[in-house]
């Protein structure tokens, strides 16, 4: 065995031996001891970074942890193959998408494998397959036969390379994030989910994920949004057109001085045709449209607004105010109008005191009242109303459900719950996705494509011109089809699905992922699902996850899982930053920020485990992460002492192979190397059972290296510390190989152990190894020994002199002296001096 640490031979001799001897295929019929491994897929956007590269190093040393536990592990890796940049890069670089896509896979795979990531590759899927997608469109038509899949019109962010945009792609200048271009609003006849119908259930069920985060959970919750209050019918006084209102705060109601509309509300087109106002209004709304709702929204936004000249009246007094449109008003969230309460209500005082619009104050705080012209702030907490007709006198709070009883008897409200989730838009004006599996007769209407009839197979021969919205529109051989009902000419639906929906299912498909006839085998995803550990990054904390839960709970009311949950346990990892060479600043990799990592060459200089073990030791895996390349150098040369301890001590491990390593013969320091190992088994195991802390663990393997090295037998050592320092060698090599795999099957084999090491079950702690022998110390007083005290090994010299001059003969001989100073020689004395 050379001394020199020859990561470039021995890692792709691991990964070679791996790969042939099927280490890491799971045999799913196995179901006595399973354990679903999961790390999110990625986009295969072409190259990974360090920070991408966390992800996966995470997941497979859970993996490989869990398999040396005893688990049959499942462990599996894919491809979210569908999206924008691959269509991007038709439209720009005439690339054919699939080409881009399987090139990028290619040689991401590549990436993956040289890190010693472990998968069962036998199961790989890649979301743009016909094979994987027609179980897509199918997912789609069970929505579809359920009510759950439905079209109508809805306005959407338009940019002309990219066609559709979320919100969230719309930069605050009205800009398209992905390309620059300026965005527009278009309303397109669009396709939906339903997921509103399961917003209730989807925040009850929340409460059974008890091992995702605190922070996602609450995350979701908001997102759905539930909050329980009234509506209330007022109307437009000058045409009696209805305008109902959302509000958790109906003991305002007698305090409404305008009502806020939002800029898309439907009721405005009706009211400003040949209306005077029209221009200026319509000027407004039209601005409006073009910012994004989260800059609208915000706090720090200035509340604009303008009068439409009509004004509503209040049910409950009959006044009437004006109805003003406005930035900060969504039709997204309630009805798209709200009673605007300025004297309790932040956002409706600021747009008053900007407009001059009347304050009324409805609530009175107990002892100093307020006077609207001299408040600086809405008065939003609690107080006795007034100014409330029959509620004038009664504490707010306590008045709500009556309020709300008043409204009901005369039918003008009710009590009701809203939730601020709205349907899923699923379809994208794009060709790289799958099909919706609809076609469009003009006798028949919308007709599902029989399931016999899947997949709607992507056309190959594309013409892709940037600024010509959805190339699948303009080909005529897949626009053009026979209606499956009637069988006369009809033409295909040509939106795509959103690729969330793609990525939204296939956890089940990995369980039997060439099945032919069926998307998955009931009986083996009832077995292997729920997930038994989810590993992916927290930007995926909403949307990704809460799909995956809402098709999972379709799939389950339709019977066809039996489970109601994806993913039992869940990790977030945090994100690896760097400091930008342009402005010194942290952020997280970006190539815009040039503080990319690439892993590739830093494989080439120190070897994919010292990348492992730095990547696990940067941080606490959930908290972001300072990239450091002395923190690199530091991780390589930990692995190069490890590595030559081994090859320097070849001959003594050798020789200690049969001796055997029991306790009792042990004494002085083999003893206390035996300690220190079975502290680590200890400390390694509860860092990876409990909260994934491999920063520790690894702290803790190094610090038992050290102790192997200081307590390394002499030439002449006893058989027993022989044996302890070779059970602790080949111990550490178990405990570091989850991290630095390629490393430690090297050093297991030299050892003359059968490979895989992943056979090798992991350590189990002996009780008996962490007892601390008891020691006698001597205590003396002014130099002269005037007690003995007996306390375990190793005590802290703090704690020692506390037990000393507890003692009772020393106490007697301390009487009438103060103590001026205490001396502790561990485990052997405690002196006291006195005057
Ligand atoms: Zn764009
Ligand atoms: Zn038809």
């Known amino acids: 065995m050379n001394e020199r640490y020859p990561f470039e031979e021995l890692e792709p001799k691991w990964q070679q031996y791996w790969a042939e001897h099927g280490v890491f295929r799971c045999d799913t019929s196995d179901t006595a001891r399973k354990y679903y491994c999961l790390t999110m897929f990625p986009y295969p956007s072409g190259t990974m970074h360090v920070g991408h590269g966390r992800n996966y190093i995470i997941g497979d040393a859970v993996h490989r942890f869990k398999r040396m536990r005893g688990f049959n592990v499942l462990s599996p890796m894919g491809w979210d193959a569908f999206g924008l940049p691959a269509e991007n890069a038709a439209k720009s670089r005439g690339i054919h998408p699939r080409a881009w896509t399987v090139s990028n896979i290619a040689h991401m795979k590549r990436q993956l494998r040289e890190w010693g990531v472990g998968y069962d590759w036998d199961r790989e899927i890649a979301t743009c397959h016909p094979e994987y997608y027609k179980w897509t469109q199918w997912i789609f038509l069970k929505l579809y036969e359920r009510g759950l899949a439905y079209r109508r019109q809805a306005p959407v962010n338009w940019c002309e390379l990219c066609t559709t945009l979320a919100n969230e792609e719309v930069l605050p200048d009205g800009t398209c994030e992905r390309c620059g271009r300026p965005v527009g609003k278009k309303d397109l006849t669009q396709w939906f989910f339903k997921i509103t119908a399961y917003a209730q259930v989807l925040l009850d069920d929340l409460q059974l994920l008890d091992q995702w985060p605190e922070r996602v959970r609450q995350m979701q919750a908001n997102w759905i949004g539930r909050s329980e209050g009234a509506r209330i019918d007022f109307a437009i006084a000058e045409t009696g057109d209805p305008c109902p209102v959302f509000t958790t705060r109906p003991d305002t109601v007698y305090g409404v001085t305008f009502m806020a509309i939002a800029p898309e509300h439907p009721l405005l087109r009706k009211l400003l045709a040949g209306n005077p106002r029209a221009a200026e209004v319509t000027a407004f709304i039209e601005r409006q449209l073009l910012v994004s709702a989260s800059v609208r929204t915000d706090a720090a936004t200035k509340k604009e607004g303008v009068f439409t000249g009509f004004h509503v009246r209040n049910p409950y007094n009959g006044e ?250 869940l990790f977030t990892q945090g994100m690896i930053c760097k400091r930008s060479e342009k402005d010194g600043q942290l952020y997280k990799m970006s190539k815009s920020k040039g503080n990319v990592v690439s892993p590739d060459a830093l494989v080439r200089q120190y070897g994919a485990d010292t990348l492992r073990l730095y990547t696990l030791f940067i941080g606490p895996p959930e908290k972001d992460a300072e990239w450091s390349d002395a923190g690199i150098e530091g991780a390589f040369r930990f692995l190069r002492r490890l590595w030559r301890l081994v090859a320097e001590n070849r001959e003594l491990l050798d020789a200690a192979r049969d001796l055997p390593c029991e306790l009792r013969a042990m004494t002085g320091p083999e003893r206390e190397l035996y300690r220190k190992l079975h502290e680590t088994i200890d400390r390694v195991t509860r860092d990876m059972e409990g909260d994934f802390h491999f920063n520790s663990a690894i702290a803790q393997i190094m610090e038992l290296f050290n102790a192997l090295e200081a307590h390394k037998p002499p030439a002449a050592g006893t058989p027993a510390h022989r044996a302890v320092f070779r059970r602790t060698v080949e111990t550490l090599i178990v405990l570091l190989s989850p991290f630095a795999p390629h490393i430690a099957e090297e050093l297991w084999a030299a050892l003359g152990h059968p490979p895989s090491i992943l056979n090798a079950p992991w350590p189990a702690v002996d009780p008996a190894a962490l007892a601390r022998e008891e020691v006698e110390l001597a205590v003396l007083v002014n130099g002269k020994v005037r007690g003995r005290m007996t306390a375990p090994a190793g005590l802290p010299a703090a704690a020692a002199e506390q037990q000393a001059l507890a003692l009772e003969s020393v106490r007697k001989h301390l009487q009438g002296l103060r103590v001026r100073k205490v001396v502790v020689v561990p485990d052997k004395l405690v002196n006291i001096a006195a005057n």
Not at 395 to 417: K, Q
Request: net charge neutral; aromatic share 12%; charged share 20%.
């Open 320 to 569: 009437s105010v004006p109805l003003w449109v406005t930035n900060y008003v969504l039709m997204e969230y309630g009805t798209g109008a709200v009673m605007a309460v300025p004297a309790h209500d932040q956002r409706d005082f600021e747009f008053a005191r900007a407009y001059r619009l009347p304050v009324k104050i409805v609530i009175q705080p107990p002892g100093r009242p307020l006077d609207p012209a001299a408040m600086t702030a809405a008065y939003v907490d609690d107080g006795l109303m007034v100014n409330s007709g029959p509620f004038d006198g009664r504490p707010n709070r306590a008045a709500i459900p009556e309020v709300t009883r008043y409204a009901r008897e005369r039918g003008f409200g009710d009590a009701t719950v809203h939730y601020r989730i709205r349907d899923w838009l699923i379809s994208r004006q794009r060709y790289w996705g799958a099909p919706v599996p609809i076609v469009h007769c003009p006798s028949c209407g919308e007709v599902p494509v029989p399931e016999r009839d899947l997949p709607v197979r992507l056309p190959d021969d594309v013409d892709f011109q940037a600024e010509r919205g959805n190339p699948l529109a303009a080909h005529a051989a897949f626009v053009h089809t026979a209606c499956p009902r009637c069988g006369g000419a009809a033409r295909r639906e040509t939106d795509t699905l959103a690729q969330w929906l793609c990525s939204c299912w296939y956890f089940l498909r990995y369980v039997n992922p060439r099945l032919a006839e069926r998307p998955f085998a009931a009986a083996d995803v009832n077995a292997w699902l729920p997930v038994d550990q989810y590993i992916g990054g927290i930007e995926h904390a909403v949307l990704h996850l809460l799909y995956s839960r809402f098709i999972v709970k379709v799939l389950h009311d339709a019977g066809y899982v039996a489970f109601r949950e994806p993913f039992r346990a």
